[in-house]
Protein backbone atom coordinates (compact mmCIF):
# COMPACT_ATOMS: atom_id res chain seq x y z
CA UNK A 1 0.00 0.00 0.00
CA UNK A 2 0.70 3.27 -0.97
CA UNK A 3 0.52 6.07 1.31
CA UNK A 4 0.05 9.93 0.71
CA UNK A 5 2.46 12.02 1.56
CA UNK A 6 0.34 13.20 3.81
CA UNK A 7 -2.81 13.10 5.64
CA UNK A 8 -3.69 16.23 7.16
CA UNK A 9 -4.13 19.80 5.89
CA UNK A 10 -5.68 22.25 8.86
CA UNK A 11 -6.30 25.87 8.50
CA UNK A 12 -6.80 27.50 11.15
CA UNK A 13 -7.63 31.25 11.61
CA UNK A 14 -7.64 32.81 15.07
CA UNK A 15 -9.21 35.81 15.51
CA UNK A 16 -8.18 36.39 19.31
CA UNK A 17 -10.36 34.33 21.61
CA UNK A 18 -12.21 33.01 18.01
CA UNK A 19 -10.87 30.06 16.84
CA UNK A 20 -11.81 28.64 13.03
CA UNK A 21 -10.36 25.06 12.12
CA UNK A 22 -11.48 23.83 8.73
CA UNK A 23 -9.44 20.44 8.27
CA UNK A 24 -9.23 19.15 4.98
CA UNK A 25 -7.66 15.97 5.45
CA UNK A 26 -5.99 14.47 2.30
CA UNK A 27 -4.27 16.06 0.42
CA UNK A 28 -2.94 17.67 -3.13
CA UNK A 29 -4.78 20.93 -4.24
CA UNK A 30 -7.86 19.74 -5.83
CA UNK A 31 -8.97 21.04 -8.62
CA UNK A 32 -9.73 20.48 -12.69
CA UNK A 33 -13.57 20.34 -12.10
CA UNK A 34 -13.55 23.67 -11.25
CA UNK A 35 -10.68 24.73 -13.45
CA UNK A 36 -12.49 24.04 -16.07
CA UNK A 37 -15.55 26.27 -15.75
CA UNK A 38 -17.27 27.33 -19.07
CA UNK A 39 -15.94 30.89 -20.18
CA UNK A 40 -13.19 30.98 -17.07
CA UNK A 41 -9.60 31.00 -17.62
CA UNK A 42 -8.21 28.07 -16.20
CA UNK A 43 -6.63 28.84 -12.66
CA UNK A 44 -5.35 25.83 -10.68
CA UNK A 45 -6.83 25.09 -7.58
CA UNK A 46 -4.20 26.84 -5.35
CA UNK A 47 -5.24 29.95 -6.43
CA UNK A 48 -8.99 29.11 -5.98
CA UNK A 49 -8.36 27.46 -2.79
CA UNK A 50 -6.87 31.12 -1.65
CA UNK A 51 -9.17 33.13 -3.10
CA UNK A 52 -11.98 31.51 -1.60
CA UNK A 53 -10.49 31.63 1.60
CA UNK A 54 -10.24 35.28 1.22
CA UNK A 55 -13.82 35.54 0.07
CA UNK A 56 -14.71 34.01 2.78
CA UNK A 57 -12.81 36.04 5.29
CA UNK A 58 -14.46 38.91 3.95
CA UNK A 59 -17.66 37.81 4.24
CA UNK A 60 -17.16 36.71 7.73
CA UNK A 61 -15.96 40.23 8.79
CA UNK A 62 -18.75 41.11 6.91
CA UNK A 63 -21.36 39.33 9.34
CA UNK A 64 -19.48 39.65 12.53
CA UNK A 65 -17.65 43.29 11.96
CA UNK A 66 -17.10 43.12 15.64
CA UNK A 67 -14.01 41.14 15.57
CA UNK A 68 -12.44 43.63 12.35
CA UNK A 69 -10.44 44.93 14.84
CA UNK A 70 -8.57 42.64 16.16
CA UNK A 71 -5.21 41.04 15.66
CA UNK A 72 -5.44 37.97 12.91
CA UNK A 73 -3.36 34.72 13.21
CA UNK A 74 -3.51 32.15 10.52
CA UNK A 75 -1.89 28.87 11.26
CA UNK A 76 -2.33 24.82 9.70
CA UNK A 77 -0.42 22.05 8.97
CA UNK A 78 0.93 20.14 5.95
CA UNK A 79 0.10 20.90 2.48
CA UNK A 80 -1.33 24.51 4.85
CA UNK A 81 2.75 25.08 3.56
CA UNK A 82 1.08 26.13 0.45
CA UNK A 83 -2.32 27.37 1.45
CA UNK A 84 -1.60 29.44 4.13
CA UNK A 85 1.23 32.11 2.74
CA UNK A 86 -0.98 32.16 -0.55
CA UNK A 87 -3.63 33.31 1.60
CA UNK A 88 -1.28 35.81 3.54
CA UNK A 89 -0.17 36.72 0.30
CA UNK A 90 -3.73 37.78 -0.87
CA UNK A 91 -4.82 39.46 2.14
CA UNK A 92 -1.66 42.10 2.15
CA UNK A 93 -2.69 42.44 -1.53
CA UNK A 94 -6.23 43.09 -0.48
CA UNK A 95 -5.17 45.30 2.87
CA UNK A 96 -3.33 47.75 -0.37
CA UNK A 97 -6.39 48.87 -1.17
CA UNK A 98 -9.17 48.05 1.58
CA UNK A 99 -7.13 47.66 5.02
CA UNK A 100 -9.45 44.99 6.39
CA UNK A 101 -7.11 42.09 7.47
CA UNK A 102 -5.17 43.43 10.81
CA UNK A 103 -3.13 39.78 9.93
CA UNK A 104 -0.42 39.77 12.94
CA UNK A 105 1.31 36.74 11.72
CA UNK A 106 1.46 33.00 10.51
CA UNK A 107 2.34 29.55 11.48
CA UNK A 108 3.48 26.58 9.93
CA UNK A 109 3.37 23.06 11.44
CA UNK A 110 5.59 20.19 9.19
CA UNK A 111 4.83 22.23 6.55
CA UNK A 112 5.69 21.71 2.62
CA UNK A 113 7.52 24.60 1.24
CA UNK A 114 10.16 22.80 -0.82
CA UNK A 115 9.03 19.66 -2.63
CA UNK A 116 12.70 18.05 -3.13
CA UNK A 117 13.89 19.72 0.05
CA UNK A 118 11.13 18.28 2.15
CA UNK A 119 10.84 14.80 0.80
CA UNK A 120 14.00 13.95 0.14
CA UNK A 121 14.93 14.79 4.31
CA UNK A 122 12.65 11.47 4.43
CA UNK A 123 15.23 9.19 3.54
CA UNK A 124 18.18 10.51 6.83
CA UNK A 125 14.83 10.80 8.68
CA UNK A 126 14.14 6.73 8.47
CA UNK A 127 17.26 5.89 8.54
CA UNK A 128 18.82 7.95 11.68
CA UNK A 129 15.81 6.54 13.59
CA UNK A 130 16.75 2.60 12.62
CA UNK A 131 13.75 2.44 10.02
CA UNK A 132 15.91 1.41 7.51
CA UNK A 133 19.04 -0.36 6.70
CA UNK A 134 22.56 1.67 5.42
CA UNK A 135 21.99 -0.17 2.14
CA UNK A 136 18.82 0.99 1.49
CA UNK A 137 19.56 4.27 2.67
CA UNK A 138 22.40 4.58 0.30
CA UNK A 139 19.65 3.06 -2.68
CA UNK A 140 17.40 5.51 -1.47
CA UNK A 141 19.79 8.75 -1.54
CA UNK A 142 21.58 7.46 -4.83
CA UNK A 143 19.02 5.17 -7.39
CA UNK A 144 15.90 7.04 -5.96
CA UNK A 145 15.23 9.80 -3.88
CA UNK A 146 11.90 9.75 -2.70
CA UNK A 147 10.86 13.02 -4.54
CA UNK A 148 11.87 11.54 -7.62
CA UNK A 149 9.63 8.24 -6.80
CA UNK A 150 6.47 11.39 -5.70
CA UNK A 151 7.26 12.97 -8.64
CA UNK A 152 6.91 9.89 -11.04
CA UNK A 153 3.82 8.20 -9.08
CA UNK A 154 1.99 11.31 -9.94
CA UNK A 155 2.56 11.23 -13.07
CA UNK A 156 1.58 7.54 -13.37
CA UNK A 157 5.25 6.35 -14.58
CA UNK A 158 6.76 4.88 -11.50
CA UNK A 159 10.63 3.42 -13.08
CA UNK A 160 11.51 0.21 -11.82
CA UNK A 161 14.29 1.24 -10.26
CA UNK A 162 12.02 3.43 -7.99
CA UNK A 163 9.98 1.17 -7.77
CA UNK A 164 12.18 -1.47 -6.57
CA UNK A 165 13.71 0.97 -4.25
CA UNK A 166 10.05 1.95 -2.49
CA UNK A 167 9.12 -1.45 -2.29
CA UNK A 168 12.62 -2.27 -0.05
CA UNK A 169 11.76 1.36 1.68
CA UNK A 170 8.16 -0.22 2.69
CA UNK A 171 9.11 -3.76 3.18
CA UNK A 172 12.12 -2.30 5.94
CA UNK A 173 9.54 0.38 7.60
CA UNK A 174 6.37 -1.78 7.72
CA UNK A 175 3.01 -0.62 7.84
CA UNK A 176 3.38 -0.97 11.64
CA UNK A 177 4.80 2.16 11.76
CA UNK A 178 3.04 5.30 11.75
CA UNK A 179 4.89 7.44 9.15
CA UNK A 180 3.44 10.64 11.07
CA UNK A 181 5.01 9.87 14.33
CA UNK A 182 7.74 7.21 14.02
CA UNK A 183 7.58 6.49 17.91
CA UNK A 184 4.18 6.12 18.40
CA UNK A 185 1.97 3.16 17.90
CA UNK A 186 -0.20 2.21 14.91
CA UNK A 187 -4.04 1.99 15.56
CA UNK A 188 -4.09 -1.86 14.41
CA UNK A 189 -7.79 -1.78 13.32
CA UNK A 190 -6.89 0.69 11.11
CA UNK A 191 -3.97 -1.18 9.74
CA UNK A 192 -6.10 -4.08 9.40
CA UNK A 193 -8.18 -1.94 7.61
CA UNK A 194 -11.36 -2.48 10.49
CA UNK A 195 -12.23 0.79 10.48
CA UNK A 196 -15.68 0.20 11.21
CA UNK A 197 -15.23 -1.67 14.34
CA UNK A 198 -14.94 1.48 16.97
CA UNK A 199 -11.71 0.27 19.02
CA UNK A 200 -11.30 0.45 22.94
CA UNK A 201 -8.70 2.46 24.28
CA UNK A 202 -5.56 0.64 24.76
CA UNK A 203 -4.28 0.70 28.97
CA UNK A 204 -1.49 2.54 29.48
CA UNK A 205 -1.62 4.79 26.12
CA UNK A 206 -2.60 8.43 27.03
CA UNK A 207 -2.73 8.96 23.35
CA UNK A 208 -5.62 7.40 21.13
CA UNK A 209 -3.86 6.09 18.53
CA UNK A 210 -7.29 4.96 17.13
CA UNK A 211 -8.53 8.68 17.10
CA UNK A 212 -8.72 9.21 13.58
CA UNK A 213 -11.28 5.73 13.09
CA UNK A 214 -13.06 7.15 16.08
CA UNK A 215 -13.44 10.29 13.99
CA UNK A 216 -14.70 8.75 11.14
CA UNK A 217 -17.16 6.37 12.78
CA UNK A 218 -18.95 9.61 14.51
CA UNK A 219 -19.06 11.78 11.50
CA UNK A 220 -20.88 9.11 9.63
CA UNK A 221 -23.51 9.15 12.17
CA UNK A 222 -26.94 9.67 10.97
CA UNK A 223 -27.44 12.18 14.19
CA UNK A 224 -24.16 13.82 13.76
CA UNK A 225 -24.36 14.45 10.23
CA UNK A 226 -28.07 16.02 11.09
CA UNK A 227 -26.68 18.02 13.53
CA UNK A 228 -23.82 19.71 11.33
CA UNK A 229 -26.61 20.17 8.35
CA UNK A 230 -23.89 17.89 6.48
CA UNK A 231 -25.17 16.07 3.66
CA UNK A 232 -23.38 13.38 1.76
CA UNK A 233 -23.11 14.37 -1.96
CA UNK A 234 -22.28 11.82 -4.62
CA UNK A 235 -20.56 9.47 -1.67
CA UNK A 236 -22.10 7.19 0.46
CA UNK A 237 -19.97 7.54 3.71
CA UNK A 238 -17.41 10.75 4.63
CA UNK A 239 -14.01 9.59 4.47
CA UNK A 240 -11.06 11.00 4.78
CA UNK A 241 -9.79 11.09 1.29
CA UNK A 242 -12.84 10.99 -1.28
CA UNK A 243 -12.37 10.11 -4.94
CA UNK A 244 -15.43 12.92 -5.61
CA UNK A 245 -12.85 15.13 -5.54
CA UNK A 246 -9.73 15.90 -8.14
CA UNK A 247 -6.26 16.67 -6.96
CA UNK A 248 -4.05 18.47 -8.94
CA UNK A 249 -1.43 16.59 -7.60
CA UNK A 250 1.32 18.51 -9.32
CA UNK A 251 0.83 22.13 -7.57
CA UNK A 252 2.83 19.77 -4.85
CA UNK A 253 6.25 20.54 -6.83
CA UNK A 254 5.57 24.53 -6.73
CA UNK A 255 7.75 25.87 -4.27
CA UNK A 256 5.88 28.11 -1.61
CA UNK A 257 8.59 29.14 0.29
CA UNK A 258 9.03 32.02 -2.30
CA UNK A 259 5.68 33.22 -1.03
CA UNK A 260 6.41 32.83 2.81
CA UNK A 261 9.95 35.15 1.87
CA UNK A 262 7.92 37.74 0.56
CA UNK A 263 5.42 37.74 3.35
CA UNK A 264 8.37 37.85 5.43
CA UNK A 265 9.66 40.96 3.53
CA UNK A 266 6.05 42.63 3.80
CA UNK A 267 6.39 42.51 7.53
CA UNK A 268 4.63 39.36 8.71
CA UNK A 269 6.22 37.28 11.31
CA UNK A 270 6.62 33.34 10.21
CA UNK A 271 6.79 31.05 12.51
CA UNK A 272 8.13 27.41 11.00
CA UNK A 273 7.31 24.52 13.44
CA UNK A 274 7.85 20.94 13.09
CA UNK A 275 6.84 17.34 15.39
CA UNK A 276 10.25 16.02 15.37
CA UNK A 277 8.92 12.45 15.30
CA UNK A 278 7.38 13.42 11.77
CA UNK A 279 9.16 11.16 8.56
CA UNK A 280 6.39 12.86 6.25
CA UNK A 281 7.95 16.62 5.97
CA UNK A 282 10.84 15.89 8.58
CA UNK A 283 12.14 18.68 10.53
CA UNK A 284 15.39 18.68 8.88
CA UNK A 285 13.89 19.62 5.50
CA UNK A 286 12.04 22.47 7.61
CA UNK A 287 14.95 23.69 9.63
CA UNK A 288 17.25 23.42 6.34
CA UNK A 289 14.85 25.91 4.15
CA UNK A 290 14.18 28.37 6.94
CA UNK A 291 17.80 28.68 8.05
CA UNK A 292 18.24 29.54 3.86
CA UNK A 293 15.23 31.98 4.02
CA UNK A 294 16.56 33.72 7.10
CA UNK A 295 20.04 33.95 4.83
CA UNK A 296 18.45 35.14 1.22
CA UNK A 297 17.05 37.87 3.39
CA UNK A 298 19.85 38.74 5.08
CA UNK A 299 18.78 38.34 8.68
CA UNK A 300 20.45 37.69 11.70
CA UNK A 301 19.98 35.48 14.16
CA UNK A 302 18.48 37.36 17.04
CA UNK A 303 17.65 34.02 19.25
CA UNK A 304 20.17 31.14 18.58
CA UNK A 305 19.65 27.99 19.09
CA UNK A 306 18.86 26.45 21.93
CA UNK A 307 16.25 24.58 23.79
CA UNK A 308 12.35 25.66 24.97
CA UNK A 309 11.02 24.64 27.97
CA UNK A 310 7.30 23.59 28.65
CA UNK A 311 7.20 22.74 32.28
CA UNK A 312 10.29 21.79 33.76
CA UNK A 313 11.53 19.54 30.75
CA UNK A 314 12.75 20.59 26.72
CA UNK A 315 9.72 20.86 24.71
CA UNK A 316 12.12 21.24 21.42
CA UNK A 317 14.59 23.64 20.28
CA UNK A 318 14.32 27.07 18.64
CA UNK A 319 15.81 29.57 16.72
CA UNK A 320 14.87 33.30 15.14
CA UNK A 321 16.08 35.49 12.61
CA UNK A 322 15.63 39.18 12.31
CA UNK A 323 12.92 38.82 15.07
CA UNK A 324 10.46 37.98 12.36
CA UNK A 325 10.91 34.46 11.45
CA UNK A 326 11.39 31.73 13.64
CA UNK A 327 12.05 28.40 13.79
CA UNK A 328 11.05 25.79 16.16
CA UNK A 329 10.83 22.13 17.03
CA UNK A 330 8.19 20.52 19.37
CA UNK A 331 10.09 17.08 20.85
CA UNK A 332 8.22 13.89 20.63
CA UNK A 333 5.17 15.43 18.57
CA UNK A 334 3.88 14.15 15.27
CA UNK A 335 3.28 15.58 11.86
CA UNK A 336 -0.13 17.17 13.96
CA UNK A 337 1.83 18.06 16.78
CA UNK A 338 -0.83 19.17 19.11
CA UNK A 339 -2.17 14.96 19.25
CA UNK A 340 0.67 13.91 20.48
CA UNK A 341 2.20 16.74 22.54
CA UNK A 342 -0.50 19.08 23.59
CA UNK A 343 1.20 20.79 26.71
CA UNK A 344 3.81 21.75 24.57
CA UNK A 345 2.26 22.56 21.47
CA UNK A 346 0.12 24.76 23.77
CA UNK A 347 3.40 27.01 24.85
CA UNK A 348 4.58 26.90 21.35
CA UNK A 349 0.88 28.78 20.27
CA UNK A 350 0.79 31.19 22.80
CA UNK A 351 4.51 32.40 22.44
CA UNK A 352 3.43 32.45 18.41
CA UNK A 353 0.26 35.03 19.43
CA UNK A 354 2.04 36.91 22.15
CA UNK A 355 5.09 37.42 19.71
CA UNK A 356 7.42 36.20 22.13
CA UNK A 357 10.50 33.64 21.93
CA UNK A 358 9.71 29.98 23.53
CA UNK A 359 10.16 29.77 27.49
CA UNK A 360 14.38 30.36 27.87
CA UNK A 361 14.03 28.76 30.95
CA UNK A 362 11.51 27.34 33.61
C1 LIG B 1 -10.86 49.54 16.74
O1 LIG B 1 -9.84 50.34 16.19
C2 LIG B 1 -9.99 51.72 16.44
C3 LIG B 1 -8.91 52.46 15.65
O2 LIG B 1 -7.67 51.83 15.74
C4 LIG B 1 -9.92 51.95 17.93
O3 LIG B 1 -10.07 53.31 18.22
C5 LIG B 1 -11.01 51.15 18.63
O4 LIG B 1 -10.88 51.27 20.03
C6 LIG B 1 -10.96 49.70 18.24
N1 LIG B 1 -12.10 48.98 18.76
C7 LIG B 1 -12.02 47.82 19.39
C8 LIG B 1 -13.33 47.22 19.80
O5 LIG B 1 -10.97 47.25 19.62
C1 LIG C 1 16.79 13.40 -6.39
O1 LIG C 1 16.70 12.79 -7.65
C2 LIG C 1 16.64 13.72 -8.71
C3 LIG C 1 16.40 12.90 -9.98
O2 LIG C 1 17.26 11.79 -10.06
C4 LIG C 1 17.92 14.53 -8.76
O3 LIG C 1 17.85 15.49 -9.79
C5 LIG C 1 18.11 15.24 -7.42
O4 LIG C 1 19.34 15.89 -7.39
C6 LIG C 1 18.04 14.24 -6.28
N1 LIG C 1 18.05 14.97 -5.00
C7 LIG C 1 18.76 14.58 -3.96
C8 LIG C 1 18.67 15.45 -2.75
O5 LIG C 1 19.44 13.58 -3.95
Not at 143 to 163: D, K, Q
Not at 188 to 208: A, H, K, M, R, W
Amino acid sequence: MLSLPWKTVALGLSLLGVWFSVEVECFPALFDRISELPGQPKVGFQQYSARDNLVFLQNWFLKFPQYRNRSLFITGESYAGHYIPQLAELMIQYNKKHKLFNLKGIALGNPVLEFATDFNSRAEFFWSHGLISDSTYKMFTTSCNYSRYVSEYYRGAVSPICSRVMSQVSTETSRFVDKYDVTLDVCISSVFSQSNVLTPQQVGETIDVCVEDETVNYLNRQDVQKALRARLLGIRKWTVCSNVLDYELLDLEIPSITIVSQLVKAGIPVMVYSGDQDSVIPLTGSRTLVNQLAKELGLKTTVPYRVWFEGQQVGGWTQVYGNILSFATIRGASHEAPFSQPERSLVLFKSFLEGRPLPEAF
